[in-house]
């Protein structure tokens, strides 16, 4: 079934702050920069097949250690002049002097872009290798959001895990870390990928707990592939759960089966987060559409506010 949402935000606001307090659901998606012109091409045009289903946002990834700063940019900035989507600008503290970031930053607003993604972000090792902070930049995301509201007003959303990130002490002292970072004015926060849906319910409880009260958007990824799915759960610190996994893996050696139990495994995951009240669902797409779009026509809950 067609969902409703809206066209274009409501009251002509353009920032993801103003939708969700306006009580529309966010729906959006998420893409990595392309290496090479093929890619390049994969990616718009999967930019252009989600571009109809009016999204709230979309967003561009910076890669390890902010290796693709330039190319990543360079994509925001053209989604904002040259299609109708909302870009959320991605930002890492990683590699990056303070002047750096300010001048990463005088890019986005340059270009018109007032919605920033505050990362700490990972290490070219991978994100269970240890930080090391440029000797001239920040050591933590909560300094990259203080950053952006001194230099503007931006739309600031940063970064939630249901299962805490891999470097936390416990669940606990993760939530304080994203409480700490919406009251440095953090506007919401989106999820790492996760299967579970009390994974989510718990994490939003215990920020609750401490008073806060910020937007966490529950970021999914379907499973079209399970040896693809794992190494990503194995790389973000997100458990793949045996349920999960004997349910998928039954069908191991036809990749259509696999696919369609994963989509399916993955509309019922966003169902149940949008019936529990999550304020929106994102999508990372890894430069594909037809998965997202299937999750989307095949929901038995809208999007769009007043479901």
């Known amino acids: 079934m067609a969902l409703g949402l809206p066209s274009r935000m409501p009251g002509g606001a353009q920032t993801v702050r103003d939708l969700i307090a306006a009580g529309e659901r966010s729906f959006s998606f998420e893409f990595f920069p392309p290496k090479d012109t093929e890619g390049e091409r994969q990616l718009w045009r999967a930019l252009r097949e989600l571009e109809a289903l009016n999204p709230t946002f979309v967003s561009v990834t ?38 750096t970031l300010r ?22 090792a991978g994100p269970t290798a240890p930080f090391e902070p440029h000797p001239e930049g920040l050591h933590y995301a909560v300094e990259l959001v203080e950053m952006l509201k001194s230099l503007g007003d931006f739309c600031v959303g940063v970064a939630a895990f249901p299962e805490a990130h891999p470097s936390a002490e416990s669940l606990e002292a993760d939530a304080r870390v994203l409480v700490a ?47 693809q799915i794992t190494r990503m759960a194995e790389l973000s610190g997100a458990a793949l759960p045996a349920e999960i996994v004997e349910r998928v893996g ?58």
Request: glycine share 10%; net charge neutral; proline share 5%.
């Open 62 to 99: 910076y890669g390890a250690g902010g290796t693709t700063r330039d190319r990543t940019v360079d994509i925001t900035e053209r989604i904002a002049h040259d299609t109708s989507m909302t870009p959320l600008a991605h930002l890492t503290c990683v590699g990056h002097s303070r002047d």
């Open 103 to 124: 001048s990463v930053i005088g890019s986005y607003a340059g270009a018109g872009v007032r919605n920033v993604l505050a990362l700490r972000g990972d290490p070219p």
């Open 181 to 227: 970072k919406a009251r440095a004015g953090a506007d919401f926060a989106i999820t790492q990928l996760f299967f579970r849906p009390e994974d989510y319910f718990r994490l939003v409880d215990r920020v609750s707990a401490l008073g806060v009260d910020i937007p966490i958007i529950p970021g999914i990824m379907p499973i079209t592939n399970l040896a």
């Open 250 to 307: 039954r069908f191991e050696g036809d990749p259509v089966a696999v696919r369609a139990e994963g989509i399916a495994l993955a509309t019922e995951l966003c169902d149940t987060l949008l019936a529990g009240g999550a304020p929106g669902l994102h999508f990372y797409t890894l430069n594909r559409s037809k998965a997202t779009r299937q999750i989307y026509a095949g929901l038995r809950t809208t999007v769009a506010a007043g479901a």
